[in-house]
C-alpha cells in the first residue's frame, strides 16, 4: 500500500480549538490505538478516562460538534467498551454498520451478498484456530478477524497465511485488511475512507478531522485530502495524513481541552 511519501507534522497546539471557534467541527475518531491503547486482550480495550469523559462531554454539545467512531470493531462492541450509545455516531465494522447519535441503526448495502461466503470462512477458522494457540477469532457477523499478538510468531505467520490464501482463493465476495496483528476478512464495501465521506456528505459544511492509528486508517486520511484534517497516531515514518501525535493519552489530551474550550464558544 502506498503511504504517499509525506512525513506528517506535529499537530499544531489548539488547532481544533481555533477551527471549532469559527466553525461546526466534525471530529472522526479511530478506537484501537487511537483513544484506547492496544493491548494483549481486544475484549479489554478500555479507553482513556480522559477520552472517555471528553467524549461525553462533546456528545453534549451537539450545537458545535459531531464525534463519531469509526472501528473495525463492531457496534455492539465499541458501545460496551466506551460504556456510550447515544449522543455520538458509531460506525462499526470499518464503517459497514453505523447508528447515529439518536441510536437508530443501519448497514451499508451490500455486505448481506458476502454472508455465505463468511460462513464458509468462519467454518475454517473454527477448524483450523485451535485453543491454546495464542491466535484469536473476533467474529463480527459481518467480518472476521484473526487476531495474532499472543501468538508465536512462526505458528502466527503459517496460519495467518493459510487464512489469507483461503479468502483469496474461496471467497470472491471478500477482502483482507491487515493492522497491527490482525488479519481480517471483510466484505468489499468495508472502507473506512468510505465511511468518512459518507458522513462528510451527511454533515454538509462541517469541518471534517479524523484521528488514526494503523494501516486501515490511511484510507480515511487520504478521503480527507483537500478537505479536511488527518492526523496519525504514535506513527513514524511515512502517512497520508497530515499531522501526527505520539500517543492516544495525546489524543485524550486534545479532546479534553477542546471540550474545555466549548463550554465558553
Do not use: C
Request: charged share 25%; aromatic share 4%; net charge negative.
Amino acid at each position: 500500500m502506498s503511504l504517499s511519501g509525506n512525513i506528517p507534522r506535529p499537530f499544531p497546539n489548539g488547532l481544533l480549538i481555533e477551527i471549532a471557534a469559527r466553525s461546526r467541527l466534525l471530529l472522526m475518531l479511530d478506537y484501537d490505538g487511537t483513544i484506547a491503547p492496544i493491548v494483549s486482550d481486544p475484549a479489554a480495550a478500555w479507553p482513556l478516562n480522559r477520552a472517555r469523559e471528553a467524549l461525553l462531554a462533546l456528545a453534549a454539545r451537539r450545537d458545535r460538534i459531531d464525534v463519531a467512531i469509526i472501528s473495525g470493531r463492531g457496534i455492539a462492541e465499541l458501545a460496551r467498551l466506551l460504556g456510550v450509545s447515544r449522543g455520538i455516531y458509531l460506525a462499526g465494522v470499518h464503517g459497514l454498520e453505523i447508528t447515529d447519535p439518536d441510536g437508530r441503526y443501519e448497514v451499508v448495502a451490500g455486505p448481506e451478498d458476502a454472508l455465505p461466503q463468511l460462513e464458509m470462512v468462519r467454518r475454517w477458522l473454527q477448524e483450523q484456530i485451535r485453543d491454546g494457540a495464542g491466535l484469536t477469532v473476533e467474529d463480527k457477523r459481518l467480518a472476521l478477524a484473526l487476531h495474532y499478538r499472543n501468538a508465536d510468531p512462526a505458528i502466527a505467520r503459517r496460519l495467518v497465511d493459510e487464512f489469507e490464501n483461503f479468502v483469496a482463493r474461496e471467497a470472491g465476495h471478500l477482502i483482507i485488511k491487515r493492522g497491527k496483528q490482525v488479519s481480517e476478512a471483510a466484505p468489499r464495501g468495508a472502507d473506512k475512507g468510505a465511511a468518512v465521506k459518507r458522513l462528510v456528505e451527511r454533515m454538509g459544511g462541517s469541518v471534517p478531522v479524523y484521528f488514526g492509528d494503523d494501516l486501515t486508517d490511511e484510507d480515511a486520511f487520504r478521503a480527507l485530502a483537500g478537505r479536511g484534517l488527518s492526523v496519525m497516531v504514535e506513527g513514524e515514518g511515512e502517512s497520508a495524513a497530515l499531522y501526527r501525535v505520539e500517543s492516544p493519552a495525546a489524543v485524550a489530551a486534545i479532546l479534553g481541552e477542546l471540550a474545555v474550550a466549548l463550554e465558553s464558544l
